[in-house]
């Protein structure tokens, strides 16, 4: 009986994971932004809301992720990170971090190494943003996996998302 209930509460549980996804929810668990719901909402991103979107396979860091779980296990996990930077605007990278606009970003300082010590290739560039495409930023944890490291997001595949409720794992 008692694992009839378990797989009962796992199955329902999985069921309405599902759900919230298809009706335009996201659930973060990841360190990069705070633990909660999300809900995407109509309407094009601009800078400073919060998007989520997949790597595209075409970005030279999407075989990287995908050997070193970096989007989950299996395979492409949506990311979720705030539109720091939109077509026009400056980038400028350096030992400090990420500047935009000549404005330096907080917890944007580029890692040599991940968590586990293997080398993060850095593809994003001092640059001037170009035309339909962003830049996404984690500026609440220095750990993200963000566009410091991938580079440039095409804005077509942004969606902004809004918390729903958020809350804190572990103390």
């Not at 075989?63 to 990170?81: A, D, F, T, V």
Request: proline letters at 6%; hydrophobic letters at 40%.
């Amino acid at each position: 009986m008692k694992n009839f209930m378990l797989i009962l509460f796992c199955s329902h549980a999985l069921a309405l994971i599902f759900l919230l996804h298809k009706v335009g929810y996201r659930i973060n668990f990841t360190d990069s932004m705070p633990h909660g719901i999300y809900q995407i909402v109509p309407g094009q991103p601009v800078r400073g809301d919060l998007v989520t979107f997949s790597l595209d396979a075409a970005n030279p860091y999407f075989n990287i992720s995908l050997e070193r779980h970096y989007l989950g296990l299996n395979g492409n996990r949506p990311l979720l990170k705030i539109l720091a930077g939109l077509p026009g605007d400056s980038i400028e990278i350096s030992t400090d971090g990420i500047c935009i606009n000549s404005k330096l970003l907080p917890h944007t300082q580029a890692r040599t190494t991940d968590r586990h010590g293997r080398r993060l290739p850095i593809f994003l560039k001092s640059t001037v943003i170009p035309s339909a495409k962003g830049l996404a930023l984690s500026t609440y944890t220095e750990n993200s996996f963000d566009g410091r490291y991938f580079g440039l997001v095409d804005m077509n595949q942004m969606q902004r998302v809004i918390p729903v409720l958020t809350f804190k794992l572990g103390g």
